[in-house]
């Protein structure tokens, strides 16, 4: 009999083992010491919590009955349970198991059971930084002396007074970041939406990379489909071009300076990517109607066009992503093949930013942040 273990194909290599970008960029994380969508502000209520996972690390995400959020290292020093099992009691987070309970600080505030001693924690919980932007949570899972360095992006056009109509779509892919980047900013693969074509005839026109971002330029007739194209105004608007720029960790497009969108992933782990995906829209037009729609209209015909074509869209992305993980889980060796010469900018940018960050941990320890607790 053959052994079975000399027959396994090998696994995809560390980042330390790896040979080449695109190896190095599937086995990168993303930095923490950036700030992260997690979760949508409609989606914690108050007096409930959430579990958020950041690169495999669980977050326990509550928000107490004045409304406040807060995010701890997700497990009872007790026993180890996930607080996440536990209740809200008021604005502090309560494990399920023996009801000790810690503040939004991580302080062990109440253990309930005093008449068998004092609980012996020299520390408290490790908390995380949290905001709130554009109707999601934004959580900061690095050196918390960075957070107030590191910036949302801005988006001017979903703040003030007369917001853009938008929406948000989130995806959980069984698929590592470093795809989905390739993905979205890759438009060679037209062919995979032949059916809703969101573009066509993309020609790559410009591309330019630094420490930061890469910026690139497609002329594409964009909104090609035959549902979508009905609503855009191509009098008004260039669909003819569309920008992209991976700005790391973050991804952005626009078009005709009239749609645009904002996608932001949050790593699960080495094979598992949520996008929250965030698109608004100056208008659109409505058959037999001349004028520029108002805010309002446009929101509805929105809210109408999400689930009839923009989420199929991003479900096919989904199906072929989730297909390329696996195929490099068993083709990691391959040697790399790539048409589109931004591919591998994108790959050689989180592979930097990776390496960046392990010098840096390695060099300094975290400023800020508190011990777990032990």
């Not at 009098?235 to 700005?247: A, F, W």
């Not at 058959?287 to 923009?310: G, H």
């Not at 490099?328 to 040697?335: G, I, K, R, T, V």
């Not at 931004?342 to 942040?369: C, H, N, S």
């Amino acid at each position: 009999m053959r052994n079975a273990q000399a027959t396994s194909p090998q696994s995809p290599p560390s980042f330390a083992e790896a040979k080449n970008s695109r190896q190095k960029a599937r086995a990168a994380g993303l930095d923490p010491d950036r700030w992260y969508a997690v979760e949508y502000d409609s989606a914690v209520k108050k007096g409930q919590v959430k579990e958020v996972v950041f690169w495999k690390s669980s977050v326990a995400l509550f928000r107490g009955e004045d409304g406040g959020l807060a995010a701890v290292q997700n497990h009872c020093p007790h026993r180890q349970l996930k607080l996440t099992h536990g209740v809200v009691d008021q604005c502090h987070l309560r494990c399920v198991y023996h009801g000790w309970t810690f503040d939004r600080d991580g302080r062990l505030v109440d253990y309930s059971h005093d008449s068998f001693g004092k609980p012996l924690i020299k520390n408290q919980l490790r908390t995380y930084p949290v905001q709130v932007r554009y109707g999601l949570i934004w959580l900061f899972p690095g050196d918390p002396a960075l957070a107030s360095e590191r910036k949302i992006p801005e988006i001017p056009e979903l703040t003030g007074d007369n917001p853009w109509a938008n929406f948000a779509a989130d995806f959980t892919w069984r698929t590592h970041h470093s795809m989905v980047i390739d993905n979205i900013c890759d438009f060679a693969h037209a062919f995979l939406h032949r059916k809703y074509r969101p573009f066509v005839d993309a020609k790559l026109t410009h591309h330019e990379a630094d420490e930061d971002r890469v910026y690139l330029t497609y002329d594409a007739y964009m909104a090609a489909g035959r549902i979508s194209g009905i609503f855009v105004d191509r009098k008004r608007v260039n669909t003819r071009s569309i920008e992209l720029c991976y700005e790391y960790p973050y991804q952005w497009t626009n078009t005709g300076d009239s749609i645009k969108n904002w996608s932001f992933l949050l790593p699960i782990d080495e094979r598992t990517t949520r996008v929250f995906f965030l698109f608004y829209f100056d208008s659109i037009k409505i058959p037999l109607i001349s004028i520029k729609t108002p805010k309002w209209l446009t929101q509805i015909v929105l809210n109408i066009a999400k689930p009839l074509v923009f989420n199929p869209i991003l479900l096919e992305d989904g199906i072929a992503l989730e297909a390329e993980q696996l195929g490099y889980e068993q083709h990691w060796d391959a040697p790399p093949i790539e048409l589109n010469p931004v591919v591998p900018l994108f790959q050689q940018l989180t592979a930097r930013k990776w390496e960046d960050y392990l010098a840096r941990t390695t060099a300094a320890p975290i400023r800020g942040a508190r011990p777990h607790a032990g």
